[in-house]
DNA sequence: TATTGTTATACTCTATAACTATA
DNA sequence: TATAGTTATAGAGTATAACAATA
């Protein structure tokens, strides 16, 4: 169980940019989700590196926050707002639910449902995850001003907020 | 369609909001790594929508236009380039390599390596793959002007280009 | 008939470790 | 001793499809 298992996208981490190596890069250079992967990659790297201690993916992460900031929630609610698959979603409020982060609750109202709240413990451990993500977001946003700031976060909304959506298959980042 | 009933912190879906369904993002509102992900997952899924008859992932897409710009590049050379395991690597050209769009070649030089390059068939697939991907491209670009869309690359590369690696101990994810 | 949750299953991607052959 | 490639394996994440209870 000491093994280091990346999720999503990791690499070892010797590399030090795309095109130091020599090889270089041609017309993948104008390609947007090139840049955009190779980013993510970066900032999860960072993340991981960081919250290694506490075994929460940014996933994982984001799903307790959003059960905090919305008590009461549902699963198909948090899966649309991180375009997640219900039965993937699942698996996931499994694992918070294992750990005691979070519990459900059956909704009076629509007996289907069952209502997704946080619990004192999981809050515990979103205050900690909270504390150590702040140093590793601070590794990247120092390296902007913040009219940059605000201007990057806000093209990468424009790229995810309004969308035609052809059809959907997922998986994530590669 | 989603109906959510919290019980007390409810609110009506702001357009800020780059998710569905009224669920408020909460403290996520300011993580990098957030609005990276969600960027990314929608240009992938735009990617995949649009590339769907070629079954040629991006990364396989990356692999195959960087053995094309770089003939006789080795494995380790392309993986390091996208941050990623040699093994890794590995199962990614044999695919190409099963498909016939790259051919492996032992070097003279260096008998350990072997020399990467693409092959007519793997030129005529890259073509009708840049064909389809630049459609896919316009879609998000024409969403920027030029400057903008200047600044989100050199945003992008200079998140993931200089890099402040935090010691990547072993340790378990997840 | 549609929706929420659920389970089971299979598939894909990736890292780890061990090995070889070279250097 | 280190490096490039290779193989086998195991783990995580995800989607798909089916189902039950409820709307």
Same mark, same amino acid.
């Not at 090889?23 to 990659?41: C, D, M, P, T, Y």
């Given at each position: 169980? $000491?093994?280091?298992?990346?999720?999503?996208?990791?690499?070892?981490?010797? *590399?030090?940019?795309?095109? $130091?190596?020599?090889? !270089?890069?041609?017309?993948? #250079? /104008?390609?947007?989700?090139?840049?955009?992967?190779?980013?993510?990659?970066?900032?999860? #790297? &960072?993340? =991981?590196?960081?919250?290694?201690?506490?075994?929460?993916? %940014? !996933? =994982?992460?984001? @799903?307790? +926050?959003?059960?905090?900031?919305?008590?009461?929630?549902? =699963?198909? &609610?948090? *899966?649309?707002?991180?375009?997640?698959? !219900?039965?993937?979603?699942?698996?996931?409020?499994?694992?918070?639910?294992?750990?005691?982060?979070?519990?459900?609750?059956?909704?009076?109202?629509?007996?289907?449902?069952?209502?997704?709240?946080?619990?004192? /413990?999981?809050? @515990?451990?979103?205050?900690?995850? !909270? $504390?150590?993500?702040?140093?590793? +977001?601070?590794?990247?946003?120092?390296?902007?001003? %913040?009219?940059?700031?605000?201007?990057? @976060?806000?093209?990468?909304?424009?790229?995810?907020?309004?969308?035609?959506? %052809?059809?959907? #298959? +997922? &998986?994530?980042?590669?």
């Amino acid at each position: 169980m $000491t093994t280091f298992h990346a999720p999503e996208e990791y690499s070892p981490s010797s *590399a030090l940019n795309a095109s $130091t190596s020599g090889v !270089k890069l041609g017309s993948l #250079q /104008e390609i947007l989700g090139f840049h955009l992967r190779l980013a993510n990659v970066a900032v999860f #790297q &960072d993340y =991981q590196a960081t919250m290694a201690g506490l075994a929460l993916t %940014p !996933k =994982q992460f984001a @799903v307790l +926050e959003l059960i905090e900031e919305n008590p009461g929630a549902s =699963q198909i &609610d948090i *899966a649309n707002c991180l375009r997640m698959d !219900k039965a993937s979603m699942m698996a996931l409020v499994n694992k918070l639910e294992a750990r005691h982060a979070i519990e459900r609750r059956p909704s009076a109202v629509d007996r289907r449902r069952q209502e997704l709240f946080i619990t004192e /413990e999981g809050v @515990v451990l979103a205050n900690k995850a !909270k $504390t150590l993500r702040s140093a590793h +977001e601070a590794r990247f946003k120092e390296r902007f001003s %913040p009219e940059e700031l605000a201007d990057l @976060v806000s093209y990468l909304q424009r790229i995810y907020a309004t969308r035609t959506t %052809p059809t959907l #298959q +997922e &998986d994530d980042a590669d």
